[in-house]
Protein backbone atom coordinates (compact mmCIF):
# COMPACT_ATOMS: atom_id res chain seq x y z
CA UNK A 1 0.00 0.00 0.00
CA UNK A 2 1.48 3.25 -0.99
CA UNK A 3 0.07 6.09 1.21
CA UNK A 4 -0.80 9.08 -1.59
CA UNK A 5 -2.49 11.52 1.18
CA UNK A 6 -0.67 14.54 2.91
CA UNK A 7 -1.34 13.04 6.29
CA UNK A 8 -0.60 9.75 8.18
CA UNK A 9 -2.42 6.47 8.05
CA UNK A 10 -3.82 3.65 9.80
CA UNK A 11 -4.12 0.50 7.94
CA UNK A 12 -6.19 -2.28 8.81
CA UNK A 13 -5.95 -5.52 7.27
CA UNK A 14 -8.20 -8.47 8.49
CA UNK A 15 -7.36 -11.94 6.63
CA UNK A 16 -8.85 -15.54 7.22
CA UNK A 17 -6.47 -18.66 7.50
CA UNK A 18 -7.81 -22.08 7.67
CA UNK A 19 -8.62 -23.73 10.58
CA UNK A 20 -5.33 -26.08 10.79
CA UNK A 21 -3.08 -23.27 10.01
CA UNK A 22 -0.46 -21.61 11.82
CA UNK A 23 0.58 -18.03 11.74
CA UNK A 24 4.93 -17.75 13.06
CA UNK A 25 6.10 -14.97 11.66
CA UNK A 26 4.78 -11.64 10.11
CA UNK A 27 6.90 -8.80 8.45
CA UNK A 28 6.36 -5.65 7.34
CA UNK A 29 8.58 -3.73 5.36
CA UNK A 30 8.34 0.12 5.35
CA UNK A 31 10.47 1.92 2.55
CA UNK A 32 13.83 0.17 3.65
CA UNK A 33 13.06 -1.24 6.81
CA UNK A 34 11.75 -4.53 7.91
CA UNK A 35 9.26 -4.25 10.63
CA UNK A 36 9.01 -7.72 12.62
CA UNK A 37 6.93 -8.26 15.74
CA UNK A 38 7.20 -10.23 18.99
CA UNK A 39 4.33 -12.64 20.90
CA UNK A 40 3.09 -10.33 23.82
CA UNK A 41 0.03 -10.56 26.28
CA UNK A 42 -2.84 -8.70 24.22
CA UNK A 43 -3.33 -5.54 26.40
CA UNK A 44 0.81 -4.71 26.47
CA UNK A 45 0.35 -5.53 22.93
CA UNK A 46 -2.19 -2.83 22.96
CA UNK A 47 -0.30 -0.55 24.91
CA UNK A 48 3.07 -0.46 23.31
CA UNK A 49 0.98 0.42 19.75
CA UNK A 50 -0.96 3.10 21.22
CA UNK A 51 2.41 4.47 22.76
CA UNK A 52 4.53 4.20 19.69
CA UNK A 53 1.91 5.69 17.33
CA UNK A 54 1.80 8.61 20.10
CA UNK A 55 5.17 9.19 19.87
CA UNK A 56 5.13 9.63 15.69
CA UNK A 57 6.76 6.02 15.25
CA UNK A 58 5.50 3.64 12.55
CA UNK A 59 3.77 0.09 14.86
CA UNK A 60 2.30 -2.95 14.07
CA UNK A 61 0.39 -4.77 15.99
CA UNK A 62 -1.57 -8.37 14.80
CA UNK A 63 -4.08 -10.08 16.71
CA UNK A 64 -6.19 -13.43 16.44
CA UNK A 65 -9.97 -12.90 16.33
CA UNK A 66 -12.22 -14.91 17.89
CA UNK A 67 -13.53 -16.19 14.28
CA UNK A 68 -10.31 -17.20 13.58
CA UNK A 69 -9.09 -14.84 11.34
CA UNK A 70 -6.38 -12.29 11.80
CA UNK A 71 -6.24 -8.28 11.82
CA UNK A 72 -3.27 -6.07 11.63
CA UNK A 73 -3.04 -2.99 12.33
CA UNK A 74 -0.52 -0.43 11.00
CA UNK A 75 -0.26 2.56 12.34
CA UNK A 76 1.55 5.78 11.22
CA UNK A 77 2.10 5.44 7.89
CA UNK A 78 3.48 8.77 6.12
CA UNK A 79 2.24 10.82 3.15
CA UNK A 80 4.07 9.13 0.47
CA UNK A 81 5.39 6.24 2.65
CA UNK A 82 5.12 2.41 1.10
CA UNK A 83 3.92 0.22 3.18
CA UNK A 84 3.85 -4.70 2.32
CA UNK A 85 2.80 -6.96 4.29
Given at each position: FRNPGA???ELVYIFPLP???VLLSMTVRL???QLTGAVVEKREASVRYE???AGGDT???LERA?????C????NLG????GEV
Open positions: THLADAGDRDTLAIMHDGSYLNFGPGET
